[in-house]
């Protein structure tokens, strides 16, 4: 798969070492790049900005705003700078510090009064840091968070772990961040979608010669790659060509879930949905569904002649995890059919460790990967990407991690993160419509990993196109509408 590549701060330290040794660009002239790529973006953005207040760490990044400061005060404005301390000696750092202060520039210490701008520069940390901030630095991070004036970070914000997204401490919340020479992976997962704003990407002009051979971690989904995989539909199809989905569930009570997880299917392209639920759903299914084939299973007897015409099973949804449910899930799971894996699904898989079948693809929120790895919920917060590929390992599957940057990977180490989806989502049922999305896709001949990510970028982006209305409110079905569009013409939505 193509996609935008996102890197680990290792990966981008390597290609920063590849521009200074192999195409001799001095250190100094990529913080002089980073520096004016930074106030590029400011200046685009905040034309109308008088005073720039800029926070400067002792490293790096640190250097990158005293450049930002400079080229501020070259053109006429009112820029002020707050340093954590003086730039190690001799380091491009400290030439950076030292032709601000050339041109009249002071770096107030961190307890100076808290000067008023109408943009803030946050250079304090970027990448370097690795623990949570405290002392000054803590000190600083909270009463930027406090400004109602915007912020700029510089690679990241300071706070963020740029491997994982998680931050261990206080976070800067940026307005936007402008990340240098390669886009890192931490900017589009957990924390960052709280935190890093809207992500720019510069190279800082270093030429096709360095990403030649590079190797990257991960990649962001996008639009083209999308709607690539989505081709219209051939004049002479009929509905046996686009596959027949059961989707199993529904147990006393929780028959809404399964009825989501089937009429998603069917909007996004299946050519055949059934469900097997109680028997007490089918009415109300039938009546609200029609065209889903609805049928009262209340063991495995009934259910084995609907998994041997089914050609995928969507697995989870109101299952439960009473008799009835366990019994359906062993038969279901034993079919070998492609398979769609949630919700009740998963927290069974995580007291039965059973082979799953060759195509299958695992959907936990982060409370049930955290049961699948037998880690607390925290774990899976600190490196999510770790989480999601040690799940794919484990149980030799396509696994899609749900959340803020959901991430979808593979039993190969592959991962795909997902740029699209909003809080709104974060809504009962949302779940049980992304196992009828992927489950369609696999029905309509798209192998595990390839229903995985077109799926979650369905779904996700449908969320959104939902999500105009507001995101307060945002429920599972409204959901069907743009979805049905979106798998039409996702490049349009």
Known sequence: MNGHPLHTIAQVRTLERTAIDALRIPGDELMRRAGAAAWDQLRLRWPGARRIAVLCG???????????????????????????????EGSEAARAHADWCARGGAALPPDEQWPQADVYVDALFGIGLARAADGPARNLIEKLNAVAAPVLALDVPSGLDADTGFAPGPVVRATMTVTFIADKRGLHTGVAADVAGD???????????IHANESCDACLLDTAMIAAVLPPRARDGHKGRYGHVLAVGGDHGIGGAIRLAAETALRTGAGLVSVATRAEHVTAINAARPELMVHAVSGIQELQPLLERASVVALGPGLGRRAWGHALWHAAIAAGKPLVLDADGLNLLANDGVALPAQAVLTPHPGEAARLLGVDIEAIARDRFAAARELARRHH????????????????????????????MAT???????TGVIASLLAQG????????????????????????????????????????????????
């Open 58 to 88: 002792v490293g790096n990044n640190g250097g990158d705003g005293y450049v930002v400061a400079r080229l501020a005060h070259d053109e006429g404005l009112d820029a002020v700078v707050i340093a954590l301390g003086s730039p190690r």
């Open 199 to 209: 992500v720019v990407v510069d190279s800082l002009g270093l030429s096709n010669e």
């Open 397 to 424: 599957a396509v696994v899609v991690l749900k959340g803020a940057g959901t991430l979808i990977a593979n039993p190969g180490g592959d991962i795909a993160v997902c740029p699209w989806g909003n809080p709104g």
């Open 428 to 434: 009962g049922g949302m779940g049980d419509a992304l």
């Open 446 to 493: 798209f192998d595990a990993w390839g229903a995985a990510w077109t799926g979650v970028a369905l779904h996700a982006r449908a969320g959104d196109v939902a999500a105009r209305d507001g995101e307060a409110g945002l429920i599972a079905s409204d959901l069907l509408g743009p979805l049905r569009r979106l798998r039409n013409n996702f490049a349009a939505a």
